[in-house]
């Protein structure tokens, strides 16, 4: 091939690489460092609620503070609120006026899992069970025969709130969803995964072991219940007012020979709310326009409710921080752009008829860009504009970001949804972007250590940027 023809390959035609070959030698370093805070953070943070209390405790830390309506708003400011416990906002006020618009990074903290019914517990033969409906969408066989975690809370008619955690510490005791033996499943693995196992088969494993006289009826029942009140103090009447919510009970960790992967429950999307937290927590200093981060609740089912980001929760935050400083919530709106930052499907050469190869964001190929998202004709998608793209394109490329731009599939082989049409639809120029994800949705997912890191290093350069 001769000189004319390599330059002009090199000029005209896409040339992504591995990022492991585009990095220098220090990079790792700065790498696992990174991916050894975010393993922390998702061990810690195994619900939306939990989520939420520990971003708080790494925002104060960082000099964050609570906002009050009516305080004073001044550039440098590092304020916070929390939105019903289930979700944060957070602002590092800028240089410029927010009538220059903000950067804004969009994630959210909630994952799919199991929730206890309002009324979980009962006894069939000498068993105890807690009754589930799940959260989100979830491949229901991949869920049993496993050991979980039960967190959440218990608000009393008094007004107290009682936190329940039952398997998330060491030496506790976990739950489980039992399966059929294969020697009695003939019938069952005739039928297709998804009604193999019935929703209301995901029923959590208590306990066998019965109180009182051999004459008395739901022994093993009462026995659990009289467990519960010793240790919480609550009763069978409780659930009705609970939040209580089974998650797998492991924690993150390194996968693969050469460690360049992290295995764990919620990557989907913990692993770009980390990432839009932490840069935003480790600016250098002021911006010059505002930098927000949301964590934001129910993303999994439709980011309905008051902790979802279809809720106004958001646009009162940012209505008070506007009214501090005599700016209209919509001029803030139409000059600020805002990184919807959640996870994408990565290749996966062991189901490569559901990718089209060509637009497949890859495994340590960078942070995924994604124009839309939706589903077959881009239904529910913002679908950004080609200088939205661009723009991203030029502020990754100057601050040396590894980046791919894919879609979630084949055209008609699915699809799905994230936050970006409801930040566009307040007027918020907005683009999807995120970690590649294998195994997304299932109780443990995998992502690449570079790709995780390089959504920091987009999240970051997107709060930097002056324009």
């Excluded at 959440?152 to 506790?172: C, L, P, R, Y």
């Excluded at 020697?183 to 693995?189: D, I, K, T, V």
């Excluded at 959640?342 to 060509?358: I, N």
Aim: charged share 25%; aromatic share 8%; net charge negative.
């Amino acid at each position: 091939m001769s000189d004319e023809i390599k330059e002009l390959k090199k000029k005209l035609l896409s040339t992504k690489k591995n990022g492991y070959d585009c990095v220098d030698e220090g990079y790792e370093t700065a790498m696992n460092a990174y991916c050894e805070g975010y393993k922390a953070f998702l061990d810690a943070g195994k619900t939306e609620r939990l989520c939420a209390l520990e971003a708080i405790r790494m925002a104060e830390g960082a000099g964050y503070r609570p906002y009050v309506r009516g305080m004073e708003v001044k550039s440098g400011d590092k304020l916070y609120v929390s939105n019903r416990g289930k979700g944060v906002m957070l602002a590092h006020i800028g240089e410029k006026s927010l009538a220059e618009g903000a950067q804004i990074a969009a994630a959210h903290i909630d994952s799919p899992r199991l929730d206890l019914k309002p009324n979980p517990l009962y006894e069939e033969a000498e068993m105890a069970f807690f009754k589930t409906h799940y959260y989100g969408g979830i491949r229901k066989y991949q869920w049993v025969a496993m050991p979980m975690e039960l967190h959440g809370v218990v608000a009393m008619k008094d007004g107290s709130t009682v936190t329940v955690n039952i398997g998330g510490e060491m030496g506790d005791p976990k739950l489980v969803i039992t399966d059929l033996l294969p020697h009695l499943g003939a019938e069952q693995s005739k039928k297709p995964l998804a009604s193999a196992i019935p929703g209301e088969t995901l029923n959590l494993l208590l306990g066998s072991r019965p109180i009182g006289d051999e004459e008395d009826s739901g022994r093993v029942k009462l026995a659990v219940m009289k467990l519960l009140y010793e240790k919480y103090g609550i009763t069978e009447d409780d659930f009705n007012s609970a939040e209580l919510e089974a998650v797998p009970a492991q924690n993150a960790c390194d996968i693969g020979l050469d460690r360049s992967m992290i295995g764990a429950y919620g990557h989907d999307d913990r692993v770009c709310a980390y990432a839009s937290l932490k840069a935003l927590l480790d600016l250098p200093k002021t911006p010059a326009k505002t930098a927000v981060c949301i964590l934001a609740d129910k993303e999994e089912i439709g980011s309905d409710g008051v902790t979802g980001m279809q809720s106004a929760a958001f646009d009162t935050f940012m209505e008070d921080l506007c009214d501090a400083q005599g700016v209209a919530l919509r001029v803030c709106y139409e000059k600020s752009f805002c990184l919807s930052a959640d996870v994408t499907a990565a290749y996966d050469p062991d189901f490569a008829e559901v990718y089209e190869k060509r637009n497949s964001a890859f495994v340590n190929y960078g942070i995924g860009l994604c124009k839309y998202t939706g589903a077959r004709g881009k239904s529910g998608a913002s679908d950004a504009d080609a200088e939205t793209v661009a723009y991203i394109r030029s502020l990754f490329d100057e601050a040396n970001v590894i980046w791919q731009i894919a879609e979630l599939g084949k055209v008609d082989a699915g699809g799905g949804g994230t936050v970006a049409m409801y930040m566009a639809n307040r007027n918020i120029t907005t683009l999807d972007a995120g970690v590649p994800v294998l195994s997304m949705h299932a109780p443990f997912e995998t992502v690449s250590k570079l790709d995780c890191y390089e959504t920091y290093k987009g999240v970051k350069a997107v709060y930097q940027a002056k324009t």
